[in-house]
């Protein structure tokens, strides 16, 4: 069983649609999570940042860390076609640095 | 600052050849750390660096990959003997890491574009 699972989709929403990523863990010792864009040919880039449990939101962006189900979720409001892209959740736990991701999910907004 | 570039994008190489890849962080970055992503997966971890000393290999670095950060600069990656199975995109990314009284912070990675390999 991998650490870190992601459904890889394809996900497919028309413009507008909210979106919800989700990734499951293993790992009790995770407390830093965190959500990455990566378009093709490009590195990943850095959406949202959560520490430990709870919500945070960045304007059509919001994360969600359950700890309890060891579920966290990305939700986009308001999707445009420049949404389309792989969208990674990632995973740290304290005093560690190496970040584990998940294999990311394909989103289409379709115009 | 531009952010963190590697050199080169794309690299052709015949098996067995070695390979080099060069990743310059953003220069306030103390860490810096190597990932392999293969096509449909998500980055898998390789080493990191804070500043010049290498604190962490991942089982998936064999002997044939070795990686420096001299002066705690820029940095290298090099695979000796390569083989079809390294063919990969090698990221690189950095992240500033602060001490806080309860612990590390960790404020997510910057990372590059990458380095397309691929081995015939």
Known sequence: QKEVEQDPG???VPEGAIVSLNCTYSN??????MWYRQYSRKGPELLMYTYSSGNKEDGRFTAQV??????????IRDSQPSDSATYLCAMSATGGFKTIFGAGTRLFVKA | DTGVSQDPRHKITKRGQNVTFRCDPISEHNRLYWYRQTLGQGPEFLTYFQNEAQLEKSRLLSDRFSAERPKGSFSTLEIQRTEQGDSAMYLC???LGLKRDRGETNYGYTFGS??????V
């Open chain 1, 10 to 12: 394809p996900l497919s």
């Open chain 2, 114 to 119: 990458g380095t397309r390999l691929t081995v």
């Open chain 1, 28 to 33: 009790s010792a995770f407390q830093y999570f």
């Open chain 1, 66 to 75: 359950d700890k309890s189900s060891k579920y966290i979720s990305l939700f």
């Open chain 2, 93 to 95: 990314a950095s992240s």
